[in-house]
């Protein structure tokens, strides 16, 4: 079964601009969450989607978005990039079929953006 | 709403030596427990989790964790590293009820030394 996959693996943009990530979950898979990480901040959440609906958000400014497609599938925006975005961007996806968090996430390798 | 400290952002171990990493967390309701290992240029992998039941766990590649709940810890632990362990280990943790997000620690980076 072929993992979760995201696109691009690396980007780099300047100030202002706005950028899109992707990210395919494993087949099978109805949850995608999305999670920021710098070297100083670790690992934080930005969002969840499930089944089209976001379920959960982090504690992002409204710059950062997302959605999540009929076939799981799901992108992230930002817009207006600043200096302080540049991170690594994870996708996770699970099968969160349950009422609790009992499923594995499986992690993508990441998207690793930089702005200039 | 939860939080997790790992003791440790650094260790260095020398290869076939026993490994402890330490994760303490805080919460006011019951939670699940996670580590997850995350390797140069790649995402996180999960070694083990806590949902209930006994609370020594075991994982994949030689690891296993011990759920102190008087304590509030959940450390890791590996008897004999090797090089291959080399890579930066994060503790999570999430309620136990409802589909709640992850909250990780800041990670620690194991080294091992040959």
């Known amino acids: 079964k072929a993992g979760v996959t995201q696109t691009p693996r690396y980007l780099i943009k300047t100030r202002g601009q706005q950028v899109t990530l992707s990210c395919s979950p494993i087949?099978?898979?109805?949850?995608v969450s999305w999670y920021q990480q710098t070297p100083g901040q670790g690992l934080q959440f930005l969002f969840e989607?499930?089944?089209?609906?976001?379920?959960n958000k982090g504690n992002f400014p409204g710059r950062f978005s997302g959605r999540q497609f009929s076939n799981s599938r799901s992108e992230m925006n930002v817009s207006t990039l600043e200096l302080g975005d540049s991170a690594l961007y994870l996708c996770?996806?699970?099968?969160?079929?349950?009422?609790?968090?009992?499923?594995?996430?499986?992690f993508g390798p990441g998207t690793r953006l930089t702005v200039l | 709403a939860q939080s997790v400290t790992q003791l440790d952002s650094q260790v260095p171990v020398f290869e076939e030596a026993p490994v402890e990493l330490r994760c303490n967390y805080s919460?006011?309701?019951?939670?699940?427990l996670f580590w997850y290992v995350q390797y140069p240029n790649q995402g996180l992998q999960l070694l083990l989790k806590y949902l209930s039941g006994s609370t020594l766990v075991k994982g994949i590649n030689g690891f296993e964790a011990e759920f102190n709940k008087s304590q509030t810890s959940f450390h890791l632990r590996k008897p004999s590293v090797h090089i291959s362990d080399t890579a930066e280990y994060f503790c999570a943790v999430c309620r136990n009820s409802g589909n709640t997000p992850l909250v990780f620690g800041k990670g620690t980076r194991l080294s091992v030394i040959a």
């Open positions: 989607y499930f089944s089209e609906t976001q379920r």
């Open positions: 996770a996806s699970s099968l969160a079929s349950g009422s609790t968090s009992t499923d594995t996430q499986y």
């Open positions: 087949s099978g898979h109805r949850s």
């Open positions: 919460s006011s309701v019951s939670v699940y």
